[in-house]
């Protein structure tokens, strides 16, 4: 995990160079500095501006950090609010989506089903299928005897 967002801290340095020095000195410089500190240098990214920001193939981890950054410097009150509710929005899309995919009652429901099919197409009784015989052979008795005497210690 920390070799992803070392090389999302170049992608989003990249990235910064292309904002107005204006609204690149309203982030704090310590701030600056530690994404400066932890960035992978092995990395190579390029921005091209010629390709708007949503084709541009950056890391998700990218996207968070460049939110967060504009959240905190950026954007005002009211912009904060919509931002907000943009995520909440597609976090509740998404916990949907997930929801659908794992319907919990669904799985039980789906299993059953295909376990009374199995059962009416081979023609078996419940009692064989739910009952088994446990047989004790000669060195399973031997081990619980074994077994019994170190338990009593």
């Known amino acids: 995990m920390e070799g ?29 500095l530690e994404l400066e500190r932890y960035k992978d240098n092995n990395y190579e990214f390029n921005y091209d501006v010629n390709i708007p920001f949503e084709d541009q193939t950056i890391l998700k981890e990218t ?10 410097y950026f954007l005002s009150n009211v912009q904060k609010a919509k931002l907000k509710r943009i995520l909440n929005y597609n976090d509740t899309v998404v916990n949907e989506k997930k929801s659908e995919k794992y319907k ?11 376990d009374i099919k199995n ?35």
């Open 104 to 114: 919990y009652d669904d799985i039980f429901e789906k299993n059953s089903s295909n």
């Open 119 to 153: 059962i009416k197409n081979n023609n078996i009784n419940n009692s064989e299928l739910f009952m088994t015989e446990c047989k004790d052979t000669f060195i399973n008795k031997i081990i619980n005897k074994i077994k019994k005497i170190f338990y009593k210690k």
């Open 4 to 32: 992803v967002y070392s090389k999302a801290y170049v992608e989003v340095l990249e990235i910064l160079k292309y904002i107005p020095a204006k609204e690149y000195l309203k982030i704090p410089q310590e701030e600056i």
């Open 63 to 72: 996207k968070v950090i460049l939110i967060t950054l504009f959240n905190k």
